[in-house]
């Protein structure tokens, strides 16, 4: 049999790709893939176990065993603990971007996020889904967004989380991560081959799935 279809979509955070992601794949009836999520569970379980954020040979070596249970409502848990809000603090952020510049690290992950695609299809999310993690998928998408509208959704987000946050903070951690993951020598963050780019910053969620499904048509020959 070949290899299930896959849907990849990159960019920055809070460009709105985790929520079209999960949309889309509803949609199509795919599996989903969080990308930015192992990282962060990841750094999570290294900052737990006192492992410096710049050891790369220790935390990848940690990755493979890492006792991760993902379910369907997006839920995570590691050790059987949901750490689903404990990933997404701001130490997290910081901590999961710092590791995500490591090659050792990179490179573990890359067995646990191709063993994601199975039947009938997987939607990717991250930042290297198209280019490096699922070179072969079938349609990339790059999603793009001003820092300052990145800033306010992240702000937004958090508030409604009832998680206290200050924009100008947001802002500058915002553009200190996304300068790490451009310039890192390591799968830098930059559009796929082939990939079709949406700025979001003026779109709805709606707008942004709505051109993404009728581009998946089209390329799929649908
Ligand atoms: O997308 P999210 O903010 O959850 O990702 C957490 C961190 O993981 C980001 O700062 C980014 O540097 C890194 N990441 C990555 N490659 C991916 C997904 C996430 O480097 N495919």
Redesign the pocket.
């Known amino acids: 049999m070949s290899e299930a279809p896959v849907i990849t979509f990159?960019g920055p955070?809070a460009t709105g790709?985790?929520t079209i992601a999960g949309r889309v794949a509803a949609m199509l009836g795919f599996h989903l893939l969080?990308?930015?999520?192992?990282?962060?569970v990841l750094a999570l379980a290294s900052h737990r176990s006192d492992i410096e954020p710049d050891n790369g040979a220790v935390i990848a070596a940690l990755a493979p065993g890492l006792p991760v249970e993902f379910n369907a409502g997006g839920g995570i848990r590691l050790h059987g603990e949901d750490v689903s809000t404990a990933i997404r603090t701001a130490l997290v952020?910081e901590l999961?971007?710092r590791i995500?510049?490591l090659p050792e690290v990179?490179k573990a992950l890359l067995p646990w996020?191709r063993d994601f695609r199975r039947q009938p299809g997987l939607v990717a999310?991250?930042?290297?889904?198209g280019a490096v993690?699922f070179a072969d998928a079938e349609v990339k998408f790059f999603l793009t967004a001003s820092a300052e509208v990145r800033a306010k959704r992240r702000h937004k987000q958090l508030i409604d989380k009832g998680l206290g946050a200050r924009l100008p903070d947001l802002l500058r951690g915002l553009r200190s991560?996304d300068r790490?993951?451009e310039q890192r020598s390591i799968?830098p963050?930059r559009p796929a081959t082939g990939a079709i780019e949406i700025d979001t910053s003026q779109l709805s969620i709606d707008q942004v799935v709505d051109r993404v499904m009728q581009s998946i048509a089209a390329r799929r020959g649908g």
Request: aromatic share 4%; charged share 40%; hydrophobic share 30%.
């Open positions: 990159d955070s790709k985790g969080d990308s930015g999520a192992l990282y962060r952020d999961a971007s995500a510049a990179r996020q999310e991250g930042r290297d889904m993690v991560r790490r993951d799968s963050l």
